[in-house]
């Protein structure tokens, strides 16, 4: 492969670092680059305890990231109790533009000579009960890494061999703005559309879809052949018993939005699709206008955005937007060649059955299990 997939770690752990790399080397070689940031939870303690204190704090490490466009990953490792044991487990999320994966690392068991050291944690959940327990090797005091390892290369052979195929948008200047001609790409692959149009949907609950004037119109077909009800968002005065517009900002000028009467239901859960995000304005005033019909919108889905030099989206965080391609045509075409590199090898299980082929075995060894 050529070039390098930029990815984020929100973390500067040598051994979370040292996990991420071996797992996206298992899948993708030395084409990646990985990039630590500091990123500490603000309302989790030191010790999380229990899976939602655990799920949080690698939620607030995410959070606390920003380049939307770019693979980023966040680990929070804690303590939790089942049936009067305790265990460690460590919950891992990696955030796409597309998609979010989450998984859990099977639980180790804590040994009960050590139980007074996590009452003293339970009291005082400033210190970690590795800091207690193993003072010496705190965050490694089981082989943490190994295992963490193996999670994260299960994980990324998810990213990259389940993902659609992308391509490469055309970048063009249009009224002094950055423009993604998709037209190309729309009109002569529709198979390939429709599959990342299924593939961005998946897993969203929604009533109904709408449409954004004029390419999003395109998209109309596949969701009528599934039966899904089908609503047009108009620039004004194009309809007839259209709802009050909505001014919406754009890049290059400002328009009016609308929809028809009665299109929309009170409850009704709305999916918005159209081709290109950019500065997400008419995507606004879409939804102020299902806000106004009392419905929700669930989310947003497009199968290209817009960013700026830094790998930054340029609409605000306001709903749960999915993409696949960016303005970022390096990153675009990386992400690209990782995914059909891992799809022209067998599936993982062949890929890695042969340990010197990768530094984590699929299978816990009968050593580490408890």
């Given at each position: 492969m050529s070039g390098h997939l930029t990815v984020i770690l929100a973390s500067k752990s040598s051994l979370k670092e040292n996990a991420v790399?071996?797992?996206?080397?298992?899948?993708?070689g030395d084409s990646f680059t990985l990039k630590t940031v500091d990123s500490q939870?603000?309302?989790v303690p030191a010790q999380p305890i229990g899976r939602e204190e655990i799920f949080k704090g690698a939620s607030e490490r995410l959070g606390n990231v920003k380049g939307g466009s770019y693979i980023t990953v966040s680990i929070e490792s804690g303590i939790e109790t089942c049936d009067e044991k305790w265990f460690d487990v460590s919950c891992i999320i990696v955030r796409t533009h597309w998609k979010t994966y989450v998984m859990w690392t099977e639980r180790y068991t804590i040994d009960e000579s050590k139980?007074?050291?996590?009452?003293?944690?339970?009291?005082?959940?400033?210190?970690?009960?590795g800091e207690l327990a193993y003072p010496e090797h705190p965050t490694d005091w089981y082989p943490r890494q190994y295992i963490l390892g193996i999670i994260i290369t299960d994980m990324f052979n998810q990213v990259f061999y389940c993902s659609p195929d992308l391509m490469v948008p055309k970048i063009k200047l249009f009224k002094n703005v950055k423009f993604l001609d998709l037209q190309d790409w729309l009109l002569k692959d529709p198979k390939m559309i429709n599959k990342s149009i299924e593939y961005l949907a998946k897993d969203i609950p929604y009533d109904k879809v709408i449409v954004l004037d004029a390419r999003g119109?395109?998209?109309?077909?596949?969701?009528?052949?599934?039966?899904?009800?089908?609503?047009l968002a108009r620039k004004a005065n194009k309809i007839p018993d259209e709802m009050t517009p909505v001014m919406?900002?754009?890049?290059y000028g400002d328009d009016l939005i609308t929809i028809q009467k009665g299109s929309i239901k009170e409850k009704d859960k709305i999916l918005i699709v159209d081709d290109v995000i950019?500065?997400?304005g008419t995507i606004k005033g879409v939804n102020e206008l299902v806000k106004k019909c009392g419905a929700s919108v669930s989310a947003v889905i497009c199968l290209a955005a817009v960013v700026d030099d830094s790998g930054e989206h340029l609409y605000d965080n306001f709903l749960n937007v999915r993409y696949l391609v960016t303005t970022d045509s390096v990153y675009t075409e990386n992400m690209r060649d990782c995914i059909q590199?891992?799809?022209?090898?067998?599936k993982r299980r062949n890929i890695l059955?042969?340990?010197?082929?990768?530094?984590?075995?699929?299978?816990?060894?009968?050593?580490?299990e408890r």
């Amino acid at each position: 492969m050529s070039g390098h997939l930029t990815v984020i770690l929100a973390s500067k752990s040598s051994l979370k670092e040292n996990a991420v790399r071996k797992g996206l080397k298992n899948i993708i070689g030395d084409s990646f680059t990985l990039k630590t940031v500091d990123s500490q939870p603000k309302t989790v303690p030191a010790q999380p305890i229990g899976r939602e204190e655990i799920f949080k704090g690698a939620s607030e490490r995410l959070g606390n990231v920003k380049g939307g466009s770019y693979i980023t990953v966040s680990i929070e490792s804690g303590i939790e109790t089942c049936d009067e044991k305790w265990f460690d487990v460590s919950c891992i999320i990696v955030r796409t533009h597309w998609k979010t994966y989450v998984m859990w690392t099977e639980r180790y068991t804590i040994d009960e000579s050590k139980y007074d050291m996590i009452k003293k944690v339970i009291c005082d959940q400033s210190h970690t009960f590795g800091e207690l327990a193993y003072p010496e090797h705190p965050t490694d005091w089981y082989p943490r890494q190994y295992i963490l390892g193996i999670i994260i290369t299960d994980m990324f052979n998810q990213v990259f061999y389940c993902s659609p195929d992308l391509m490469v948008p055309k970048i063009k200047l249009f009224k002094n703005v950055k423009f993604l001609d998709l037209q190309d790409w729309l009109l002569k692959d529709p198979k390939m559309i429709n599959k990342s149009i299924e593939y961005l949907a998946k897993d969203i609950p929604y009533d109904k879809v709408i449409v954004l004037d004029a390419r999003g119109f395109l998209f109309a077909s596949f969701f009528m052949e599934k039966g899904i009800p089908v609503v047009l968002a108009r620039k004004a005065n194009k309809i007839p018993d259209e709802m009050t517009p909505v001014m919406i900002k754009k890049e290059y000028g400002d328009d009016l939005i609308t929809i028809q009467k009665g299109s929309i239901k009170e409850k009704d859960k709305i999916l918005i699709v159209d081709d290109v995000i950019a500065t997400g304005g008419t995507i606004k005033g879409v939804n102020e206008l299902v806000k106004k019909c009392g419905a929700s919108v669930s989310a947003v889905i497009c199968l290209a955005a817009v960013v700026d030099d830094s790998g930054e989206h340029l609409y605000d965080n306001f709903l749960n937007v999915r993409y696949l391609v960016t303005t970022d045509s390096v990153y675009t075409e990386n992400m690209r060649d990782c995914i059909q590199f891992v799809k022209r090898q067998k599936k993982r299980r062949n890929i890695l059955k042969n340990r010197d082929e990768c530094d984590y075995a699929l299978i816990i060894p009968p050593s580490l299990e408890r």
